[in-house]
Nanobody, 121 residues
Framework: QVQLVESGGGLVQAGGSLRLSCTIS????????MGWYRQPPGKQREFVAL???????NYVDSVKGRFTISRDTAKNTIYLQMNALKPEDTALYYC???????????????WGQGTQVTVSS
């Protein structure tokens, strides 16, 4: 059983900062990549940032230079440091993990429950 637990969302004024955390737990798998997606009100879920466990990172253009994804392998945790927040960053932020199941070699995605980020103008 793979479980993702997010924390760190909240209400912040434009220009402020927040840090999201996501911890993965369970057994019988290895993590290949973890990242963040968000779903603004009334819109589709969209990609935000990705960290592969080979060391690569990727960001959507709208957050480059403002958001930083990082990971603590020992804690099985990834972080999303969000600076210079804008009202358009308001969304429900979801943690995502792609894991390799050791029992059958299948790669599966898993999602956290989401954490709300609200940026006021």
């Amino acid at each position: 059983q793979v479980q993702l637990v997010e924390s760190g969302g909240g209400l912040v004024q434009a220009g402020g900062s927040l840090r999201l955390s996501c911890t993965i737990s369970g057994t019988g798998f290895s993590v290949e990549a973890m990242g963040w997606y968000r779903q603004p009100p009334g819109k589709q879920r969209e990609f935000v940032a990705l960290s592969t466990f080979g060391g690569g990172t990727n960001y959507v253009d709208s957050v480059k230079g403002r958001f930083t994804i990082s990971r603590d392998t020992a804690k099985n945790t990834i972080y999303l440091q969000m600076n210079a927040l804008k009202p358009e960053d308001t969304a429900l932020y979801y943690c995502n993990a792609v894991v390799l199941l050791l029992i059958n070699g299948h790669r599966n995605p898993y999602w956290g429950q989401g954490t709300q980020v609200t940026v006021s103008s």
